[in-house]
C-alpha cells in the first residue's frame, strides 16, 4: 500500500464504510425493482442489473483487500488472482454495455415516445442482455486463459490493490506480446465502442429536444436523462480524466487513485444518484415498506 503507516487504519475504516454502503445501496435497488411492480420497465430491469454488476464489481475486490490490509504479509495466491481477474473484467464489460443499453432506452423514450413501449418490450431487454453476457464472458475468458499460459517466478503474488491485468502482466516471466496486444485490441474495441454509442445517442436526443420546443427542452433533457447521464459522466470521466493526467512521476499514486474510484466510489455512488431525485424509487420504498402494513390492517 503506498500509504504511509499511520494512515493505515483510517484508510481501512474508511474503505469498509464505503463498501458496506455500496452493498447496502445497491441491495436496495435491486430488492426494490424485484418487489414492486411499478419498477418492471426496461429502464429499471436495466438499472437493476447494473446495481448488481455494481455489487458482484466491488465484492470481487474489496474483501479480499481489507483482508490484506490487516495482515501482516499479505499475499493472494494465483489462482485467486486469476479468479479476480475474470469477475472483474466480466462486471466491468458488464457495467460499460449496460451504460450503453440505458442509452438507448433513453433514446427512444425521448426520440420516439408514443412507441417506447412496444419498442422497449421486456423480451428486447433480455434480448440486449443476453449478447452482452456472451461478450463479457467472451472477453474475460480469453483474456485470463491468455494470462494463464503465462510463467510465474514468484509463486505467491504481492500486489498493490488487486489483480488487474495490467498488473499481472509486470510480474510475468514469459513473453507477453500476444497478452498486450488482445489487451490493446480489446480494450479499444470495449472501451470506445460503447462510448460511442452513448455520444451518438445523446447527441441525436439533444436534436430531437431542440427541435421540438427549445424553451423547456434543456429542462426536459436533466428530468428525463440526468440520472444516467450522472452516471455516465462518474464512469467515463474517471477513465478520461486518469488518461490526460500527467503520468510523469507518480504511478503508483495514480493506480491507487483509479483502483478506489472504479471499484469502490463509482459503485457506491450509483444507487445515490439513481434514487435521491427520483420519483419512481421513493415510490416503490413507500409502497414496500407499509405494504406489509396496509395488508395487515386489511
Ligand atoms: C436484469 O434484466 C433481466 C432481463 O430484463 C430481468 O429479468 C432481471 O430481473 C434483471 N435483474 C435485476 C436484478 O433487476
Known amino acids: 500500500m503506498p500509504i504511509p503507516q499511520e494512515h493505515q487504519y483510517l484508510f481501512y475504516v474508511l474503505l469498509l464504510a464505503m463498501y458496506l454502503t455500496t452493498i447496502l445501496g445497491n441491495l436496495i435497488i435491486i430488492i426494490l425493482i424485484l418487489l414492486d411492480s411499478h419498477l418492471h420497465t426496461p429502464m429499471y430491469l436495466l438499472l437493476g442489473n447494473l446495481s448488481f454488476s455494481d455489487l458482484c464489481f ?78 463479457a464472458t467472451f472477453n474475460a475468458m480469453m483474456h485470463t486463459l491468455l494470462m494463464a499460459r503465462l510463467s510465474f517466478c514468484e509463486k505467491n503474488l504481492i500486489l498493490n490493490f488487486f489483480c488487474d491485468v495490467l498488473a499481472l502482466l509486470k510480474l510475468a516471466c514469459s513473453d507477453t506480446y500476444i497478452n498486450e496486444l488482445m489487451i490493446l485490441i480489446m480494450s479499444n474495441l470495449i472501451g470506445i465502442i460503447p462510448f460511442a454509442l452513448i455520444v451518438m445517442s445523446y447527441v441525436r436526443i439533444i436534436f430531437s429536444i431542440l427541435k421540438v420546443h427549445s424553451t423547456q427542452g434543456i429542462q426536459k433533457l436533466f428530468s428525463t436523462c ?51 431525485r427520483n420519483r419512481d424509487i421513493k415510490g416503490a420504498l413507500i409502497r414496500v415498506i407499509f405494504s406489509n402494513k396496509i395488508s395487515l390492517s386489511w
Open 58 to 135: 466491488s465484492s470481487v475486490t474489496m474483501p479480499k483487500l481489507l483482508q490484506n490490509m490487516q495482515s501482516q504479509n499479505p499475499i493472494i495466491t494465483y489462482a485467486d488472482c486469476l479468479a479476480q481477474m475474470y469477475f472483474l473484467m466480466f462486471f466491468g464489460d458488464m457495467e460499460s454495455f449496460l451504460l450503453v443499453a440505458m442509452a438507448y432506452d433513453r433514446y427512444v423514450a425521448i426520440c420516439f415516445p408514443l412507441h417506447y413501449t412496444s419498442i422497449m418490450s421486456p423480451k428486447l431487454c433480455a434480448c440486449l442482455l443476453l449478447p452482452m453476457w456472451l461478450l
Open 226 to 276: 440526468g440520472s444516467h447521464l450522472s452516471v455516465v459522466f462518474l464512469f467515463y470521466g474517471t477513465i478520461i480524466g486518469l488518461f490526460l493526467c500527467p503520468s510523469t512521476n507518480n504511478s503508483i499514486v495514480k493506480e491507487t487513485v483509479m483502483a478506489v474510484m472504479y471499484t469502490v466510489v463509482t459503485p457506491m455512488l450509483n444507487p445515490f444518484i439513481y434514487s435521491l
